[in-house]
């Protein structure tokens, strides 16, 4: 099939086996409290210059999330965050997977990437990971690569053997979009939440683990140096979806911006 993806087209093609399988999993218990160091210095770029400020990445299609540590940066950071809106947290009652449609498909119409010719899960991989590989007679389904996890700062070397040490994360859960509102969505834009780049990182597989459903209130990354990044990200997928999240976790939100 014909791609159209502009950063797709510098990376090489080289042999590979079967497609990889990155489990989704989403959300967490309680906040870790590990001073891992984020990866990535100040400003816009990480070292290598691949993970972008998510100030500058406001539809996800730019890799990664790099640090946020200036006052000029943070003072935007709560700017985007003071947009959010808050409610009380619902049930869980009647939440599927499958409301949002199956998992990392193609035709999410309405956000970026959508109808490439691959789906959403490699595009993101895609997107992040350095040094990528693709199966043979594909330039779409990955199965290896180099990926710097903003969550945790560590670089793994993924190869498709050890799948789920790479997961790929809604920044916000979809359980949690469901008890904030989304259940009374149209299946079309649950599914363009489910597939939208802005709100997908290819991360640590165990960090993803941890997360579960939660909101910033009950986790947030290891890596302390990228939290306020993060939260900057929840706050943009929450503005475009027009989403509410719970008082606690805007109040999270605002104090890893904090100045």
Same mark, same amino acid.
């Given at each position: ?9 510098? /990376? ?7 497609? /990889? ?14 001073? /891992? ?14 993970? @972008? ?25 709560? %700017? ?83 799948? %789920?040490?790479?997961? @790929? ?24 939440? %489910? ?33 306020? %990044? ?8 929450? @503005? ?20």
């Amino acid at each position: 099939m014909t791609r159209h993806m502009g950063w797709g087209s510098r /990376v090489r093609r080289t042999g590979g086996a079967a497609a /990889v399988a990155v489990v989704l999993l989403a959300g967490c218990e309680s906040i870790p409290e590990a001073d /891992v160091p984020a990866a990535g210095g100040s400003g816009g770029a990480a070292p290598d210059g691949h993970a @972008v400020s998510p100030l500058d990445n406001p539809d996800g299609t730019r890799p990664g999330l790099a640090p946020l540590n200036d006052a000029k940066e943070r003072a935007a950071a709560a %700017a985007v965050i003071d947009k959010v809106a808050t409610k009380g947290r619902g049930p869980k009652t009647g939440y599927d997977r499958d409301e949002y449609g199956y998992a990392w498909m193609d035709t999410a119409d309405g956000v970026p990437l959508a109808r490439n010719g691959c789906d959403t899960r490699n595009d993101v991989l895609q997107r992040d990971g350095q040094k990528v590989t693709f199966r043979s007679g594909s330039d779409c389904v990955v199965v290896s690569l180099t990926l710097v996890d903003p969550y945790t700062g560590k670089t793994i070397e993924w190869r498709k053997q050890k799948a %789920a040490e790479v997961q @790929v994360d809604h920044v916000i859960p979809l359980s949690y979009s469901w008890q904030l509102g989304a259940s009374r969505w149209s299946e079309s834009k649950r599914e363009q939440l %489910a597939n939208d780049p802005l709100n997908l990182l290819p991360v640590d597989g165990g960090a993803n683990s941890a997360k579960r459903d939660s909101g910033p209130a009950s986790w947030l990354p290891p890596a302390k140096g990228i939290r306020c %990044a993060y939260a900057v990200r929840f706050a943009q997928v929450a @503005v475009k979806y027009e989403l509410p999240v719970t008082t606690a976790d805007k109040a999270a939100m605002r104090e890893q911006c904090r100045a």
